[in-house]
């Protein structure tokens, strides 16, 4: 195990006070370069983050008091949702005038840069020596699952909850050794501030402590710290988890922590999760395993015990892997490749004479080595860098990750042209609910109920949860089938829905062309509003499995 004095301490070349702002430096300028292209539609977030939208809105108009409940899709979902990014987009549309929309555009990419700034100091203080920190901190903005999800409108509460769990993991390691009032503080207030962001970062971040614990012995003083930050991060954070468990009871969180998919299915499924986690990019992954033969060599355990502990929320590894897997990469290249191609760079012929004259010619040809492996790693990081760029236009091109204008336009009739009470099934081509950004969109802007929406149903009861996650999975059945397949989707549905909502944005690999056609043909159904981006049809009558058109 490292301590927290020696991981990138030495003098010359990679090593000493510079080697930190390098790689920050490195981390920011590739974090920028990869993930500014995702930001796609200037005007709108990407994907999700209606509800998120509808909930700083709440806050605001409640004056900063913390809400009973979202009227988001009219499912009087209760406000128990760690509270603090919704705050701090209350704080900016209050204070800079901006829309809930604009907050979920560019804090979330704020919040992820900043992440890339806190794993720079994760690195130094985990591996050694500073070329594993540099390279390290220059692999880790290159892993898709360090953007994917995080820079979305959604990432509000991912992204912040990813930094800031970053930047208390060395806190919390050094408190625990410990190394100071100060270290204690700071692991107190960052891990508080963690759990009011996000609940899977929590999770990490407490699964990361215990790893700590154990690596650090179970002596007294070391329960002794941990107990004390357990009992710093409930006191900080009781006044919103006490105000929630009173309104709504214990319940509440019970409902929705039963939902984060733990299954013993789930748990070997992650045993593949590195082949996939770089989005078919291994060759960070390769690093990685080399690393982690090294760590293993050196009788280390805190990087490999850290991977491990982000097997707990099947969920949330792919994400909160990427840390222990950026490291593992960064101590290949820094204690093992590295340093073994300046050995074979510095070994001497047999025809070359010992003493001042062969050192001399060593350190020539380690200078000449050393500038051509620079140059030859900035290369293949422009190269890497420039690959995935290009893997996410081709796949843009495919897909729309944002509401359209068109959309948006359509949303706007729906809001004025249809009764408050309406309620409404949308059918689009996405493969899948998270990355179906009109299905939950479709609330916040049109402010009618969309039966078929799961965002937010995880707070609800498990019928309810089931119930929304089956009507959406039937209905992208009846995509490439016809009005009497979606008929018979919603006799099944308690309360029938008035209208149909179909969009013709390509999101996924079978849009519904074929099914608004048989819509338009059947005696059912009457069109009420097109445009380029959607067709909107109203039901006349509930009907039953097997009505025909």
């Known amino acids: 195990m490292l301590d927290e004095e020696s991981p990138a301490a030495g003098g010359g070349g990679w090593a000493g006070r510079h080697a930190l702002w390098l790689a920050v430096a490195l981390a920011l300028v590739i974090g920028v370069i990869t993930r500014w292209p995702l930001m796609g539609d200037a005007e709108f977030p990407r994907n999700d983050g209606g509800m998120f939208a509808v909930m700083i809105q709440e806050v605001v108009d409640a004056g900063f008091a913390l809400p009973t409940a979202t009227s988001y899709n009219g499912a009087n979902i209760p406000f128990a949702y760690p509270p603090l990014g919704f705050y701090l987009g209350a704080v900016l549309v209050r204070a800079l005038g901006v829309s809930p929309v604009a907050v979920l555009i560019w804090l979330p990419l704020l919040a992820n840069l900043a992440s890339l700034v806190a794993f720079c100091f994760v690195a130094r203080a985990f591996t050694r020596p500073a070329a594993s920190m540099v390279m390290a901190s220059a692999l880790f903005p290159l892993l898709p699952f360090t953007w994917h999800w995080q820079v979305m409108g959604g990432g509000l ?17 050094t408190f ?9 503080w700071s692991a107190i207030v960052l891990s508080s501030i963690t759990v009011l962001s996000h609940p899977e970062s929590a999770v990490f971040l407490g699964a990361a402590t215990l790893v700590f614990i154990l690596l650090r012995g179970l002596r007294a003083a070391t329960l002794a710290a941990g107990l004390l930050l357990a009992a710093g991060v409930g006191a900080l954070t009781c006044p919103w988890w006490l105000t929630v468990m009173v309104r709504h009871g214990p319940s509440v969180f019970l409902r929705a922590g039963g939902k984060v998919e733990w299954s013993l299915g789930s748990v070997t499924s992650m045993m593949w999760f590195p082949i996939t986690v770089e989005g078919n990019i291994t060759s960070i992954l390769i690093l990685a395993v080399i690393g982690l033969f090294v760590e293993l060599a050196a009788r280390r355990l805190l990087l490999p015990c850290l991977l491990l502990a982000t097997l707990l929320v099947p969920r949330l590894a792919p994400r909160q892997a990427t840390i222990p897997l950026a490291l593992l990469a960064g101590v290949a290249l820094g204690e093992l490749i590295l340093p073994g191609l300046r050995s074979i760079a510095l070994r001497r012929r047999p025809d070359e004479p010992e003493g001042e004259e062969g050192e001399g010619r060593a350190a020539a040809l380690w200078r000449r080595w050393s500038r051509a492996a620079g140059a030859a790693g900035c290369a293949l990081l422009v190269v890497h860098t420039v690959a995935l760029r290009l893997a996410v236009i081709l796949a843009e091109e495919a897909t729309t990750p944002f509401v359209t204008r068109e959309e948006r336009q359509a949303l706007g009739w729906v809001s004025e042209s249809t009764p408050a009470s309406a309620s409404f099934v949308v059918v689009t081509s996405a493969d899948s609910w998270a990355e179906d950004p009109i299905s939950e ?12 929406t799961p965002q937010g149903s995880e707070w609800l009861a498990r019928s309810e949860y089931v119930r929304r996650y089956s009507l959406y999975d039937n209905l992208k059945r009846c995509r490439a089938a016809d009005a009497a397949c979606l008929l018979g989707c919603l006799g099944g549905v308690p309360a029938a829905p008035t209208y149909v909502l179909i969009s013709k944005v390509p999101r996924g690999s079978n849009g519904p062309v074929q099914l608004a056609r048989s819509i338009a043909a059947s005696r059912s159904f009457s069109r009420v509003f097109e445009n380029p981006g959607a067709v909107v049809f109203r039901l006349h009558h509930r009907t039953g499995p097997g009505t025909g058109s």
Do not use: D, Y
């Open 157 to 173: 509460t991912r992204s912040l909850g990813f930094c800031l769990s970053l930047w208390a993991l060395v806190p919390i390691w």
């Open 441 to 452: 969109w479709f609330p916040a802007l049109a402010r009618r109920v969309s039966l078929a």
């Open 176 to 184: 625990l050794g410990g190394r100071g009032r100060a270290a204690g």
